[in-house]
């Protein structure tokens, strides 16, 4: 019996499971979507991230029943969709408002007065913490706060994002201004990037459902990703027609190129 066969399978109704096994009905209009993600890939357990953002999207975080979903769909054992999930920070164990703000405190976000950003939207949303929420988790104008440790954005600190939307170049007023905007259930444009719809939704995206209808599909999700000061090193490499230095040669028996190491290791 192969994986997605094991999805339709009813789970053996005996008193122990009836305690231990979460109930996963929440998940049964998911299983056309399900077998998608794991179609995608040649071993089944390759699928699991998307998976779990498919789980977020119907749940708003990864609950019991959607590490359960998960391990049924692939195969595999809760325990090891545990581990991932609580792995990766994006996977989220607590509900999620309508929408997730992440401020960058990393290094030059942080010397740029990303600290100061974070500090007054925690106050603004009533002294909240790290991946807290103010609001109940999925209404309009409920944010959860968090602070992240990089954005990938540097040229452009200090930044935050809005359901990983970017807003770029913030002060505390600007910042401040957002979370303002948000809470009353309107939705500002990103500096880059696709318009806001809101957590849920943006997770339904990351599970690799591009053209779906309530995302407004693929045109919708389109949008600048790049800024000026990101293209300016590439531009003036064009302008005076700078180019990088040749590939080394590749090694007699390597499939990568062969590269030599301090002390003539390669």
Not at 84 to 99: D, I, L, N, Q, S
Not at 165 to 183: G, K, M, P, W, Y
Not at 191 to 217: C, H, K, N, S, V
């Amino acid at each position: 019996m192969t994986a997605l066969e094991r999805q339709e399978s009813p789970v053996p109704d005996t008193g122990r499971q009836e305690r231990d096994f979460p109930d996963i009905s929440i998940f049964d209009g998911q299983r056309e979507r399900a077998a998608a993600i794991v179609a995608r890939y040649p071993q089944p357990r390759s699928a699991l991230l998307p998976l779990l953002h498919l789980v977020q999207y119907v749940e708003g975080h990864v609950s019991r029943s959607g590490v359960a979903f998960c391990a049924q769909v692939l195969d595999i054992t809760a325990a090891e969709v545990s581990a991932v999930a609580t792995f990766y920070t994006m996977y989220k164990r607590e509900p999620v408002g309508e929408h997730l703000v992440s401020v960058c405190t990393n290094t030059l976000c942080a010397a740029l007065g990303g600290d100061e950003i974070y500090a007054a939207v925690r106050e603004r949303l009533g002294g909240i913490g790290h991946e807290e929420t103010s609001g109940t988790p999925g209404e309009t104008g409920s944010l959860t706060i968090e602070h992240a440790e990089c954005l990938a954005a540097c040229d452009l600190a200090p930044v935050l994002t809005v359901d990983y939307e970017f807003f770029d170049r913030q002060t505390v007023d600007s910042a401040v201004e957002i979370v303002d905007a948000l809470q009353r259930g309107e939705k500002p444009h990103p500096t880059r990037g696709a318009p806001l719809t809101d957590f849920r939704r943006i997770e339904l995206l990351l599970a690799g459902f591009f053209d779906e209808a309530e995302l407004g599909g693929a045109a919708a999700n389109a949008g600048p990703s790049a800024d000026q000061a990101t293209l300016a090193g590439a531009q003036l490499a064009e302008e005076r027609n700078w180019h990088a230095p040749p590939m080394p040669e590749r090694g007699p028996d390597r499939t990568t190129e062969s590269t030599t190491l301090p002390g003539g290791a390669s």
